[in-house]
């Protein structure tokens, strides 16, 4: 088994309320950063304003849009870079990911092959099946500076280069036995 440093959590983040709209494209008013959060078999909770609010992916949420099929995702400091420099001042977390680790360069699913594994202080955590995130009409009308849905033709270069996972990867988090803490600044590896 190898392993390789990925970085450390820079920025972590729930989002509490849907974030693409009918008619305004793209809001990220819905997202919340945090320090703490626990991550579990049906998704990440976040600790905010006291209390744990569920991240609206997460399968217990009342809108439903849980599912199990975007439990938690996951960003690279490096993509908000090159993202940066197609698209102007790109904030870091706006994508939507909930976590965001301080890791320089592009990396694709087949660079996440493995086990992506939170150090975090109560043990560790295994999230497996990294996936790409495909990049969005809405997100990618966003960064353009559009407040409208642009056509998919329109935008098909900026798609094609948000696509392979700068946007972000999804991952598994299913076989956890339960909740586990993660906080801003703990380290995230992969595992071969």
Same mark, same amino acid.
Do not use: W
């Given at each position: 088994m190898t392993e390789r440093r990925l970085g450390r959590i820079v920025r972590l983040q729930i989002q509490r309320s849907?974030?693409?709209?009918?008619g305004i494209c793209y809001d990220p008013a819905g997202l919340a950063t945090v320090e703490e959060a626990?991550?579990? *078999?049906?998704?990440?909770?976040?600790?905010?304003?006291g209390g744990r609010v569920m991240?609206?992916?997460?399968?217990?949420? *009342?809108?439903?849009?849980?599912?199990?099929?975007r439990m938690l995702s996951?960003?690279?400091?490096?993509?908000?870079?090159?993202?940066?420099?197609?698209f102007g001042d790109v904030p870091v977390g706006i994508a939507?990911?909930?976590?965001?680790?301080?890791? *320089?360069?592009?990396?694709?699913?087949?660079?996440l092959e493995g086990t992506v594994v939170i150090l975090a202080q109560a043990g560790e955590i295994e999230l497996g099946?990294?996936?790409v995130a495909a990049p969005c009409r809405e997100f990618t009308s966003f960064?353009?500076?559009r407040t409208d849905l642009a056509d998919r033709e329109e935008i098909?270069?900026?798609l094609a280069f948000l696509g392979e996972g700068l946007r972000g990867f999804i991952l598994d988090g299913s076989a956890l036995v339960g909740p586990m803490p993660v906080r801003l600044g703990d380290e995230v590896v992969l595992r071969r």
């Open positions: 849907i974030i693409k709209h009918k626990e991550i579990g *078999p049906q998704g990440i909770t976040g600790l905010l304003d991240d609206v992916h997460h399968a217990a949420h *009342p809108s439903g849009r849980g599912g199990g099929h996951i960003g690279f400091t490096g993509h908000y870079a090159l993202m940066d420099g197609r939507g990911e909930n976590l965001v680790t301080d890791c *320089p360069g592009r990396l694709t699913e087949a660079d099946g990294a996936r960064l353009l500076g098909a270069g900026e």
